[in-house]
């Protein structure tokens, strides 16, 4: 129990000392749906990730979580709130200088893996390069590179639908790395593989990390927050961290406690 206790001192000391490189400060998320009907998806964030987190985000399906991951990840802007990347305020940003954030900053994996079928397996994981004129023989290289790293050596020009699903959902995690972004916000990254392929993903996720990777998972799945440092609960658009009391600080100040959805909304 002291163990605990100290790592989580140490933990708390470590994180004050590390950069905060997303930042949510009292975000709501209000989709309006005509005729005065509106739906409140997520409000009264706060929500903090320090540079070399492996974060994860738990809570069930239609609780707010690929809206919070949306908003942390300049897809999408909140209602109210704001949303720094490293310390810099992004709700003041045009959608071009989002954009250029995003890009440079942030590398996205989703449960559906949303690769294009036209494409080869190296072609998919190049999409950011393409997007940044990069020239084609070294896309191709770069693209090839980090495809092998992951294991696809064999498949980099196969097409998505010659692939399974564990090796789709490592095509789309080397889309995420090419840029080399600090970040990488995956979204149910397990949701559409069985449980062995689920952990290989997980793994890789666990050794980018390693390699300084700052990682947020999100998902539904209680039993792969074990991997995680720090986790956080998100309920009916409400999030706490775990065990957030002292660490809860660094959240911001209603870390710790849901807040009432229906005192604010
Ligand atoms: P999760 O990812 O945890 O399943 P979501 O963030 O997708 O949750 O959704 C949170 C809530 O917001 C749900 O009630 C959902 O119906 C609603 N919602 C999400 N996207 C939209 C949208 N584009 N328009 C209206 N309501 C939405
Ligand atoms: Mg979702």
Known sequence: MRKKIETEKIETTASKNRKEVIKLDDVCKVYNMGEG?????????????????????????GSGKSTL?????????????????DGIDTTKMSPDEQAAVRGQKIGFVFQM????????AWENAAIPLTIRGVPLVEREKRAKEL???????????????Q?????????????????????????????????????????????????GKTIVLITHDNSLTRVAQKIWRIKDGRIKMDGADESGKDAGKDAGKYNDVNNEV
Do not use: W
């Open 37 to 61: 009907v509106e739906v409140t998806a997520i409000c009264g964030i706060n929500f903090v990730v320090h540079e070399g987190d492996f974060s994860c985000v738990l809570g069930p399906s």
């Open 113 to 120: 893996f949303n690769l294009i079928p036209s494409l080869k």
């Open 147 to 161: 495809l092998t790293k992951l294991g696809l050596g064999e498949r980099l020009d196969h097409y998505p639908s």
């Open 69 to 85: 991951l949306h908003i942390m990840g300049l897809l999408d802007t909140p209602t109210s709130g704001k949303v720094y990347i």
């Open 163 to 211: 692939l399974s699903g564990g090796q789709r959902q490592r095509v789309a995690i080397a889309r995420a790395l090419i840029n080399n972004p600090a970040v990488i916000l995956a979204d149910e990254p397990t949701g559409n593989l069985d449980s062995k392929t689920g952990r290989e993903v997980i793994d890789i996720l666990v050794n980018l990390n390693k390699e």
